[in-house]
């Protein structure tokens, strides 16, 4: 598909990702879950007289909204959810990406690296450059604590990621600091340097799902700390969209890796829109992501569901589409949405 010049959603001048939520449905009801922007499945699981929207996009419908955003010029594309492996969609949708350089984008799952094991070896003939798997348990006890997960499934998860390794061009995990995994934090440190994978450390992001839930949220601080203390460089990143992060170069499995921290402390990226918005005293995200969930819905922030924009009328019609976005993307970093 040809790119995009001048006119379209420029997207690569904006930075930031496409997140593309597979499904709203997970076998994990982690107490801190944002759902990306859907009903948690915390929420879900205890009462189902609560529903999350319909799905209004098929496997066809997601390929040509990716592939219209990537020509536009995003250049991460992540698939989530829920559980992305759980959706009839997942396999269609990562079989029919297109081949592509990762200096043009990079095309990412995240995952609760469950189902691993079983969906690799299809995994491993799709276009997909990098796994990345959500790991903020090290035991069975902390994986009931956090996510209500069934007893066992630790050892699963690791044979997934270990196996994962041998098939996947990136693989990579990502942490969330909380108090119900402190205990475990340098073990999770030390597995992902043994393994030689990417660490990606987070703090949790407040929405109105997780408010007064699951226990205090951990900074980051002491972790930094304690990277710095055994990194052989370090550097702080505040530009571009999103939170700002430290990221350290420490000695792992063949040599050196990366361990990121992203750090709400270092602030984040507002725009427009941001100014006149009631959710700004408690917004720790910023503006960073596009997400287009499996309803039909892109959503340029996080915590503000009525800035959502309809697009399944333009599934197939890229043009369209990329016109619409471009517009709703404009009024939003320029704050003239209503
Ligand atoms: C919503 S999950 C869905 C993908 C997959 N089921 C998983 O377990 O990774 C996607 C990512 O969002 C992160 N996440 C979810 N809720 C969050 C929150 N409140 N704050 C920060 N990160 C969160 C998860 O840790 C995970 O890395």
Not at 166 to 171: G, K, M, Q
Not at 238 to 253: A, D, I, L
Request: charge should be negative; glycine fraction near 10%.
């Amino acid at each position: 598909m040809p790119r995009f010049a001048g006119g379209g959603a420029d997207f690569a001048r904006r930075g930031g990702q496409l997140r593309v939520s597979l499904t709203p449905r997970c076998q994990l009801g982690c107490w801190f879950c944002h759902n990306e922007g859907e009903i948690p499945p915390r929420i879900t699981h205890h009462d189902r007289t609560i529903r999350p929207r319909r799905r209004a996009l098929d496997a066809n419908d997601f390929l040509t909204a990716i592939n219209t955003m990537t020509a536009a010029g995003i250049s991460r594309v992540f698939f989530t959810g829920g559980e992305p492996l759980l959706s009839p969609l997942a396999r269609p949708i990562l079989q029919g990406l297109p081949e592509h350089e990762m200096s043009d984008y990079t095309t990412t799952l995240i995952t609760s690296g469950l189902t691993l094991t079983k969906d690799l070896d299809w995994l491993a003939a799709t276009a997909l450059d990098r796994i990345k798997v959500s790991l903020h348990y090290f035991s069975d006890a902390s994986i009931a604590a956090i996510a209500e997960g069934k007893p066992g499934d630790i050892a699963k998860i690791k044979a997934g990621i270990e196996s994962a390794i041998d098939a996947i061009p990136i693989v990579e995990l990502n942490l969330l600091l909380q108090e119900q995994n402190a205990h475990e934090v340098m073990d999770i440190i030390a597995y992902a340097r043994e393994l030689g994978t990417g660490l990606q450390i987070i703090e949790l992001v407040d929405t109105d799902h997780n408010q007064g839930l699951g226990g205090g949220k951990v900074p980051s601080g002491d972790i930094s700390a304690y990277l710095r203390s055994i990194a052989t460089h370090g550097e702080v990143i505040t530009s571009g969209t999103g939170q700002g992060r430290r990221v350290f170069t420490v000695p792992g499995r063949n040599g050196s890796m990366t361990i990121e921290v992203i750090d709400a402390a270092l602030g984040r990226h507002h725009v427009g829109q941001c100014g006149t918005c009631p959710a700004q005293p408690h917004c720790i995200e910023g503006f960073w992501a596009l997400r287009l969930d499996s309803a039909g819905e892109l959503s340029p922030c996080l915590l503000r569901p009525d800035l959502r924009l309809y697009v399944a009328p333009y599934a197939q019609d890229p043009a369209g589409l990329l016109a619409a976005v471009s517009a709703h993307l404009d009024a939003f970093t320029e704050g003239t949405l209503q």
